[in-house]
């Protein structure tokens, strides 16, 4: 009998490995593998869910209106020019599945997000890595692997888990050397935590093209990572092709209320950036001293190279803070097998880490 096999490329995804063992006790673990605000979600954001609990009988408005009209308030948006979906992942494969398909080639950046690779497989689309500059994005780089092939070019910016950023002129000289028919899509969703003069989100290049589309997400500074919210603001024509293949109901009733309510609460948003400006730079200096490679980050997170050592690789530093109760990411998925991702977190977490990575490494 000839089983049913899956099309090709789909063996080639990585099925999505968490960083807590598998042989998990229920342990109130301090998790600084995944990067969420610390803080948690605003108490606007809490209040609008729980009231929005006696509507879960109801389906969720499907053209998400009083969250579109929430974040086009925030931002100084067309409403009609944003579309929801469930987390900014879901809205990264929506763009791909309407744009490339078998055929087609996906350029992305060698340490990028892997979910942009992951979107081409899913479509049949080939992924094409360009490589990167110490970590950073190498614009003419990708530009040289561009061609009559490449449907979309996905840029995270700042990009998961390098934490590193191009400024803005580099965006649009990366936009400018593209093919006409190759769609730009900005990965924004770290934009919140950058303040910078030279960085720009990607809304002024969205409105002064007709192939750039700027994803956001509801999971890093508004602290909604559990309700899976994100968003996406492009030219009409790109919308009008998410609205075609997206799910009418990929975000609930409670995810539209507490995503409307945490966008418009500014003290939350101003909170949790100054925690992470007092304690990124902290955690820095401290690990640097610990001998670890630290790249400088204008997320909520950073990367971290570890020595070469037989002895004392990423394994044996992951085992040491596990049985500690701590959880950091290993970047093996990203080709660093020296490399782990460490998310800021409250002040006892951060010295609760720095002392047990002192244990072994200091």
């Known amino acids: ?67 579109r009209r929430a974040i086009a308030r925030r931002y100084d948006l067309d409403d009609s020019r944003i579309v929801c979906g469930g987390g900014s992942d879901d809205l990264l494969q929506l763009l791909c599945q309407a744009y490339a398909g078998p055929g087609d080639e996906v350029l992305c950046h060698e340490h990028g997000y892997r979910g942009f690779i992951k979107a081409a497989r899913l479509t049949g689309a080939t992924p094409i890595v360009a490589a990167e500059r110490d970590m950073v994005v190498d614009v003419e780089a ?73 994803v956001r997400s509801f999971s890093k500074m508004h602290g909604l990572a559990g309700l899976r919210v994100g968003w996406a603001y492009g030219p009409r024509t790109v919308i009008d092709a998410l609205e075609h293949v997206r799910s009418p109901f990929a975000v609930s009733v409670p995810a539209q209320a507490a995503a409307a309510a945490a966008i418009t609460d500014a003290e939350h948003e101003n909170a949790t950036y100054d925690h992470n400006a007092a304690w990124l730079p902290w955690l820095t200096q401290e690990l640097e001293q610990l001998g670890l490679r630290v790249y400088p980050s204008v997320c909520n997170f950073l990367l971290v190279r570890v020595a070469p050592d037989p002895s004392l690789g990423v394994p044996q530093i992951l085992d040491h803070l596990a049985r500690r109760g701590i959880l950091v990411k290993s970047c093996v998925e990203y080709g660093m097998a020296d490399g782990l991702r460490i998310t800021v977190g409250l002040e006892e977490e951060n010295r609760a880490l720095v002392t047990a990575l002192g244990e072994v490494v200091g």
């Open 142 to 214: 990708m530009i040289e692997l561009s061609g009559n092939k490449t449907r979309l070019c996905y840029l995270a910016n700042p990009n998961n888990p390098t934490g590193t950023y191009i400024p803005a002129d580099a965006v649009q000289r990366l936009r400018a050397g593209l093919p006409p028919h190759t769609l730009l899509v900005l990965d924004s969703a770290y934009a919140e935590y950058i303040r910078r003069d030279n960085y720009a989100d990607g809304v002024d290049l969205v409105e002064g093209s007709d192939n750039v589309v700027m």
């Open 1 to 67: 009998m000839e089983f049913l096999s899956p099309r090709p490329g789909i063996s080639h995804i990585r099925p999505y490995q968490p960083a807590k063992p598998s042989d998990d006790d229920g342990r109130a673990w301090i998790d600084l593998s995944l990067t969420v605000n610390p803080l948690g979600p605003s108490p606007a954001a809490l209040h609008a869910y729980r009231h929005a609990a006696s509507r879960i009988h109801h389906y969720p408005d499907s053209r998400q209106t009083a969250l």
